[in-house]
């Protein structure tokens, strides 16, 4: 509508763009960079109903101090996935073809009307480690078990318009976006506008280095922002993030990144905007700066976002971007005032600084990225945490507490008849140790608590750096020409975010140094950081599990929750990448790398991590020489063609999906089934029970289903009843396009704690209708789904943290959940619950289920949930839980529904009803 007269023509070279301007908005000027992206989302897509002037005029007049609490419409430029989020996306839109057929509508109009790109780099798992023929080993058992999927995904790129897949083998999801698929500033249709995006995975921000603003969001909402439905949110508070002084050698951009995730946890920015600024800034490279971006869920904000400077225009050059797309993000952003100017502070609602110089070396563990170690600090802190692990206790308390006395294992003096038995003192506190004895094809060891079972350089937040990706080749290379070797009991791997990687790998002279020491190549994807490590070698997982050790896995990732990396490992560790082939030297969490040796050089001369660390100014070097935009240019020249095997792919045709009914990778889901047009009124919830009572930071990796999937478990059966045989069972993720599997793998993590059952870890809760008997959370769901029975999951602190996993709340769904109720809740998560109908409800401040004496046994009771029919959502229900004896528990749960969006939503059962129903009616 153009009420503030911001349409104008912005001449670049010879080509001419339509764009809205943020300087006719008062109050603009001092917007901090991310604000005035929104702001000119607001500007070009102002319709007078949706989006309005009052709307525009509250963004430019933004009160820094205020607590949020104005609506806007984010309209997103395009949407990102990955394979295993991407998946589900895809068949929901192919179901939603037909849904809108059978309504009376036109199945075209199911189509992307942004551009949508998806990136398949979560299939690969590392079944083959430490030799030179992993990589097509585990690409060849990738095609097999996913030949399905992937004509699927075939079938999708050549069935919608606007919508392309980088296929298997390429690289990670989030560092392809930033080295070939993000734009910076869009050109379409004749408008240059901010490319802006959301993706179906949380790290989606890594693309924030780059000056673009984008976050994860669930696939339902994904899908949504794929046919034209805008991002409901409110005007978020922006921390100002100074960045000072500079790195000091030997800290790498991980120790950074750490630090940042550290210190943001402690301030609080969940649902907040970070941007960063000050003369720090400038001198930071554009990997550095992705890598702090990548990280922005670990630290809980929407987004963690840099401007545009001379460093992304040289980074665009660099990866192969045209000159006239570089001149066009140079003239548009100074145009915009979105250009970094160090002398002007933008308007903050909270400020947090940084000098780089106070950063020393650190990793982060044993369950979570925000518990950073100092590395000098690393062996004391593991020793006063693995005690917990012994006792099966798998780290309560505070990360660095010691454990107590009258709480350590018994029979600490035997170890060969199966005690416990301290470890030598060397320095700092005694540990428990329970040494085995091992044999593999690399001969005979002992294996302890704390010993490095699995030590991987994986996941988009470092493999996309090349100063820490060639420090860590380097370090190989000093190890290898000093005769280092990796401990016999490492499981070592290398996976790459994209083939740029081994090219400067190639160019240096590196990949026969990492060969050596097992860090051979296994893949291009995301790998260990997803839980996608493989299986260890059997005997070593035998001893592990036969003997309960408490081993360790150490990776250059950004997720290290308990049960998530692989089912035999306890403690996960994030380091950098040259620190993960230092532990795996190292061969244990137990050491000290001031004070203890890797091993002996060929001349018996003790060998230091000092000794081989490389210098910044020999790594730098190397990839001056190494790195040019050759390399980009070439490896991203054909990047959505595929090679042979992926042209070769058997794909059905038509804009109609053939389902097959013998398919157990790819269903059609029942999500639409009985849709009418009118809404049926939403009601209160009577008679429900507790499936679940969790405590606090239950990550959407409990919740989701993840990882392998077991014979005895409920999706295993499954499988075995529809003729798939055990070695074929696949993971979670590759089978996400099947609702069957994954409703089956709700809340079936093994590591899972449901309060309602005593020390039982994994998917089983208690069945009420059965005397409360121990069961499966699917079998439990499906009893009271036949009873007619409604439940609810009782919940903690940061309910649904980590991930934007979209399963999470369509398994929730699914298994016959109408409501949480938890003391917190992460953004992401707490939003897709909405999207699939299920309401998510917050204890009264400062109360949680144990202070109001509920076990989880009692029937509930929500009233003034009705109240949403009329057209207004109520702060509070009243709910009331009735224990056995008659005796209740009364209170009123904040309705945590935040926009008026969000209950429209709601009202219709689900986002992607209400999609169907708005593109019928259009």
């Given at each position: 509508?153009?009420?503030f007269?911001?349409?104008?023509?912005?001449?670049?070279?010879?080509?001419?763009?339509?764009?809205?301007?943020v300087?006719?908005?008062?109050g603009?000027?001092?917007?901090p960079?991310?604000?005035?992206?929104?702001?000119?989302?607001?500007?070009?897509?102002?319709?007078?109903?949706?989006?309005?002037?009052?709307?525009?005029?509250?963004l430019?007049?933004?009160?820094?101090?205020a607590?949020?609490?104005?609506?806007?419409?984010?309209?997103?430029?395009?949407?990102i996935?990955?394979?295993?989020?991407?998946?589900?996306?895809?068949?929901?839109l192919?179901?939603?073809?037909?849904?809108?057929?059978?309504?009376?509508g036109?199945?075209?109009?199911?189509?992307?009307?942004a551009?949508?790109?998806?990136?398949?780099?979560?299939?690969?798992?590392?079944d083959?480690?430490g030799?030179?023929?992993?990589?097509q080993?585990?690409?060849?058992?990738?095609?097999e078990?996913?030949?399905?999927?992937?004509?699927?995904?075939?079938w999708?790129?050549?069935?919608?318009?606007d919508?392309?897949?980088v296929?298997?083998?390429?690289?990670?999801?989030h560092?392809?976006?930033?080295?070939?698929?993000?734009?910076v500033?869009?050109?379409?249709?004749?408008?240059?506008?901010?490319?802006?995006c959301?993706?179906?995975?949380?790290h989606?921000?890594?693309?924030?280095g780059?000056?673009?603003?984008?976050?994860?969001v669930?696939?339902?909402?994904?899908?949504a922002?794929?046919?034209?439905?805008?991002?409901?949110m409110?005007?978020?508070?922006?921390?100002?993030f100074?960045?000072?002084?500079?790195?000091?050698?030997g800290?790498?951009?991980?120790?950074?990144v750490?630090?940042?995730?550290?210190?943001?946890?402690?301030?609080?920015?969940?649902?907040k905007?970070?941007e960063?600024?000050?003369e720090g800034v400038?001198?930071?490279?554009?990997?550095?700066?992705a890598?702090?971006g990548?990280?922005?869920?670990?630290?809980?904000s929407?987004?963690?976002?840099?401007?545009i400077d001379?460093?992304?225009?040289?980074?665009l050059?660099?990866?192969?971007?045209?000159?006239e797309?570089?001149?066009?993000?140079?003239?548009?952003?100074?145009m915009?005032?979105?250009?970094?100017?160090?002398?002007?502070?933008a308007?903050y609602?909270e400020?947090?600084?940084?000098?780089l110089?106070?950063?020393?070396?650190?990793?982060a563990g044993?369950k979570?990225?925000?518990?950073?170690i100092?590395?000098?600090?690393?062996?004391e802190?593991?020793?006063?945490?693995?005690?917990t692990?012994?006792?099966?206790?798998?780290?309560?308390?505070?990360e660095g507490?010691?454990?107590?006395?009258?709480?350590?294992?018994?029979?600490?003096?035997?170890p060969e008849?199966g005690?416990?038995?301290?470890?030598e003192t060397?320095s700092?506190?005694?540990?428990?140790?329970?040494?085995?004895?091992?044999?593999?094809?690399?001969?005979?060891f002992?294996?302890?608590?704390?010993?490095?079972?699995?030590a991987?350089?994986?996941?988009?937040t470092?493999?996309?750096?090349?100063?820490?990706?060639m420090a860590a080749?380097?370090?190989?290379?000093n190890?290898?020409?000093r005769?280092?070797?990796?401990?016999p009991?490492v499981?070592t791997s290398?996976?790459?975010?994209?083939?740029?990687?081994?090219?400067y790998y190639?160019?240096a002279?590196?990949?026969?140094h990492?060969?050596?020491?097992?860090?051979?190549?296994?893949?291009?994807?995301c790998?260990?950081c997803?839980?996608?490590?493989?299986?260890l070698?059997?005997?070593?997982?035998?001893?592990?599990?036969?003997?309960?050790?408490?081993?360790?896995?150490v990776?250059?990732?950004?997720?290290n929750?308990?049960g998530?990396i692989?089912?035999d490992?306890k403690?996960?560790?994030?380091?950098?990448p040259?620190?993960?082939?230092?532990?795996a030297?190292?061969?244990?969490?137990?050491?000290?790398f001031?004070?203890?040796?890797?091993?002996?050089?060929?001349?018996?001369k003790?060998?230091?991590?000092?000794?081989?660390?490389?210098?910044?100014?020999d790594?730098?070097?190397t990839?001056?020489?190494?790195?040019t935009?050759?390399?980009?240019?070439?490896?991203?020249?054909?990047?959505?063609?595929?090679d042979?095997?992926?042209?070769?792919?058997?794909?059905?045709?038509g804009?109609?999906?053939e389902?097959?009914?013998?398919s157990?990778?790819?269903?059609?889901p029942?999500?639409?089934?009985?849709?009418t047009?009118?809404?049926?009124?939403?009601?209160d919830?009577?008679?429900?029970?507790?499936?679940?009572?969790?405590?606090d930071s239950?990550?959407?990796?409990h919740i989701s289903?993840?990882?392998?999937?077991?014979?005895?478990?409920?999706?295993?059966?499954?499988?075995?009843?529809h003729?798939?045989?055990?070695?074929?069972?696949?993971?979670?993720?590759?089978?996400?396009?099947?609702?069957?599997?994954?409703?089956?793998?709700t809340?079936?993590?093994?590591?899972l704690?449901?309060?309602?059952l005593?020390?039982?870890e994994?998917?089983?809760t208690?069945?009420?209708l059965?005397?409360?008997?121990?069961?499966?959370?699917?079998?439990?769901?499906e009893?009271?789904?036949?009873?007619?029975?409604?439940?609810?999951?009782?919940?903690g602190?940061?309910y649904?943290?980590?991930?934007?996993?979209?399963?999470?709340?369509?398994?929730?769904?699914?298994?016959?959940v109408?409501?949480?109720?938890?003391e917190s809740?992460?953004?992401?998560?707490?939003?897709?619950?909405?999207?699939?109908?299920?309401l998510?409800?917050?204890?009264?401040?400062g109360?949680?289920?144990?202070?109001?004496?509920?076990?989880?046994?009692?029937?509930f009771e929500?009233?003034?949930?009705a109240e949403?029919n009329?057209?207004?959502?109520p702060?509070t229900?009243?709910?009331?839980?009735?224990k056995?004896?008659?005796?209740?528990?009364?209170?009123?749960a904040?309705?945590?529904?935040?926009?008026?969006g969000?209950?429209?939503?709601y009202?219709?059962?689900?986002?992607l009803?209400?999609?169907?129903?708005?593109?019928?009616?259009?």
């Amino acid at each position: 509508m153009n009420s503030f007269g911001a349409k104008d023509t912005l001449k670049v070279g010879d080509a001419s763009y339509e764009v809205f301007r943020v300087d006719t908005v008062e109050g603009s000027k001092t917007l901090p960079y991310s604000l005035k992206v929104l702001l000119e989302c607001l500007l070009r897509t102002e319709d007078g109903a949706n989006i309005t002037a009052d709307h525009i005029r509250a963004l430019g007049g933004w009160d820094q101090d205020a607590q949020p609490d104005t609506e806007i419409q984010f309209t997103p430029a395009r949407v990102i996935m990955q394979d295993f989020t991407g998946v589900p996306c895809v068949v929901d839109l192919a179901t939603m073809r037909e849904a809108v057929a059978e309504l009376g509508g036109d199945p075209a109009r199911i189509n992307p009307l942004a551009p949508a790109e998806l990136v398949i780099d979560h299939s690969v798992q590392i079944d083959s480690a430490g030799s030179p023929t992993s990589f097509q080993i585990n690409q060849d058992f990738e095609y097999e078990r996913n030949n399905e999927r992937y004509q699927f995904l075939r079938w999708g790129q050549t069935a919608f318009d606007d919508f392309k897949v980088v296929p298997p083998g390429t690289g990670i999801v989030h560092q392809v976006n930033i080295e070939r698929l993000a734009r910076v500033t869009m050109s379409r249709d004749g408008q240059a506008y901010p490319d802006t995006c959301v993706g179906t995975d949380s790290h989606t921000t890594m693309v924030n280095g780059l000056g673009v603003l984008g976050w994860g969001v669930g696939g339902i909402e994904a899908e949504a922002a794929m046919l034209g439905q805008p991002v409901s949110m409110l005007i978020p508070r922006v921390v100002g993030f100074k960045l000072t002084g500079t790195m000091k050698p030997g800290v790498t951009a991980t120790d950074v990144v750490l630090t940042i995730t550290e210190m943001l946890r402690k301030h609080g920015v969940v649902g907040k905007f970070v941007e960063f600024y000050g003369e720090g800034v400038a001198a930071l490279p554009l990997a550095n700066r992705a890598t702090i971006g990548n990280m922005s869920p670990e630290f809980g904000s929407t987004c963690a976002i840099f401007p545009i400077d001379e460093v992304t225009l040289d980074y665009l050059r660099l990866t192969g971007r045209d000159d006239e797309q570089v001149a066009l993000v140079e003239a548009y952003a100074k145009m915009q005032g979105m250009w970094l100017d160090p002398s002007v502070e933008a308007r903050y609602s909270e400020l947090v600084e940084l000098d780089l110089g106070d950063v020393v070396p650190s990793i982060a563990g044993p369950k979570r990225p925000q518990d950073r170690i100092v590395l000098a600090e690393a062996k004391e802190s593991f020793r006063k945490v693995l005690p917990t692990y012994v006792a099966g206790r798998e780290g309560d308390g505070v990360e660095g507490e010691s454990f107590p006395a009258s709480d350590a294992p018994a029979q600490m003096s035997d170890p060969e008849h199966g005690g416990e038995a301290p470890a030598e003192t060397g320095s700092g506190s005694t540990r428990p140790s329970r040494k085995v004895e091992v044999t593999t094809d690399k001969g005979t060891f002992q294996l302890d608590h704390g010993h490095v079972a699995i030590a991987s350089i994986t996941s988009c937040t470092n493999t996309s750096n090349p100063s820490v990706m060639m420090a860590a080749a380097m370090l190989a290379k000093n190890a290898h020409e000093r005769g280092l070797q990796t401990k016999p009991w490492v499981k070592t791997s290398m996976a790459p975010g994209s083939q740029v990687v081994t090219g400067y790998y190639e160019r240096a002279g590196m990949w026969e140094h990492l060969d050596a020491l097992g860090f051979n190549l296994v893949g291009y994807g995301c790998a260990t950081c997803i839980g996608n490590s493989g299986p260890l070698d059997e005997a070593i997982s035998a001893a592990i599990n036969d003997n309960d050790l408490s081993v360790t896995a150490v990776l250059s990732g950004n997720r290290n929750f308990e049960g998530r990396i692989s089912p035999d490992v306890k403690m996960n560790y994030l380091a950098s990448p040259p620190l993960v082939i230092a532990y795996a030297l190292a061969g244990t969490m137990d050491f000290d790398f001031d004070k203890q040796p890797l091993g002996q050089d060929k001349e018996g001369k003790d060998v230091f991590l000092t000794d081989i660390w490389p210098s910044p100014q020999d790594v730098e070097a190397t990839i001056a020489e190494a790195i040019t935009r050759d390399i980009f240019v070439e490896d991203y020249k054909d990047v959505f063609a595929g090679d042979a095997r992926w042209q070769g792919l058997d794909t059905p045709e038509g804009k109609t999906f053939e389902w097959d009914a013998e398919s157990t990778y790819v269903r059609k889901p029942t999500y639409f089934e009985g849709m009418t047009m009118e809404l049926t009124p939403v009601e209160d919830i009577t008679g429900a029970r507790v499936l679940a009572k969790l405590g606090d930071s239950v990550t959407t990796d409990h919740i989701s289903p993840a990882g392998s999937i077991k014979a005895d478990s409920p999706a295993g059966r499954y499988l075995a009843e529809h003729g798939v045989d055990r070695k074929d069972f696949n993971s979670y993720g590759s089978r996400r396009g099947n609702h069957e599997v994954m409703v089956r793998g709700t809340f079936a993590n093994i590591r899972l704690k449901n309060l309602l059952l005593d020390g039982v870890e994994g998917g089983y809760t208690r069945n009420f209708l059965a005397g409360g008997e121990q069961t499966t959370i699917y079998d439990a769901a499906e009893a009271y789904r036949s009873a007619g029975i409604p439940l609810v999951v009782l919940g903690g602190k940061e309910y649904g943290s980590g991930s934007s996993r979209d399963w999470a709340a369509k398994g929730t769904r699914l298994l016959g959940v109408k409501a949480v109720i938890a003391e917190s809740y992460e953004r992401i998560h707490r939003s897709n619950l909405i999207g699939m109908g299920v309401l998510p409800l917050q204890f009264p401040q400062g109360q949680s289920a144990d202070s109001l004496g509920l076990d989880g046994t009692e029937t509930f009771e929500i009233t003034g949930v009705a109240e949403l029919n009329e057209g207004r959502t109520p702060q509070t229900v009243h709910v009331t839980a009735v224990k056995d004896g008659g005796a209740a528990v009364e209170f009123d749960a904040d309705v945590r529904i935040d926009t008026p969006g969000e209950r429209e939503y709601y009202l219709n059962d689900g986002i992607l009803q209400y999609v169907l129903r708005s593109l019928v009616t259009r």
